[in-house]
């Protein structure tokens, strides 16, 4: 049986339709002093504007975790956009989990 899996991992590595593409966004996100915020920037020119959803989990200053999500869109050229704000958070729990899709 591990011959197969062997087989399947070099077959699937040398396929000539897997590519690499790189990330059209970035973000980065931080909570304290009482308050959470979320930036992101479109960092690729050549990419489409960009559909995109977060989720991230934070600790309030109550004690409690609350789960964040929400979309947002960046169009090509938009820089160090606040995509979430919020207050009443001492920690991020989790770093900022942002998925993005692209279509021309």
């Given at each position: 049986m591990?011959?197969?899996?062997?087989?399947?991992?070099?077959a699937?590595?040398g396929w000539?339709?897997?590519?690499?593409?790189?990330?059209?966004?970035s973000?980065?996100?931080?909570a304290?002093?009482?308050?959470a915020?979320l930036?992101?920037?479109?960092?690729?020119p050549?990419?489409?504007?960009?559909?995109?959803t977060f989720?991230w989990?934070?600790h309030?200053?109550?004690g409690d975790?609350?789960?964040?999500?929400?979309?947002?869109?960046?169009?090509?050229g938009a820089?160090n956009?606040?995509?979430?704000?919020?207050?009443?958070?001492?920690?991020a729990?989790?770093?900022?989990?942002?998925i993005?899709?692209?279509d021309k």
């Open positions: 591990n011959w197969l899996k062997i087989a399947t991992v070099a699937l590595a000539p339709g897997i590519a690499l593409a790189r990330e059209a966004v973000c980065g996100g931080a304290m002093l009482g308050g915020q930036n992101c920037s479109h960092v690729e050549q990419a489409p504007p960009q559909f995109c989720s989990a934070l309030t200053s109550a975790q609350k789960i964040v999500e929400g979309s947002f869109m960046l169009p090509p820089s956009v606040t995509v979430y704000q919020g207050s009443g958070f001492d920690s729990l989790s770093d900022p989990i942002v993005c899709r692209g």
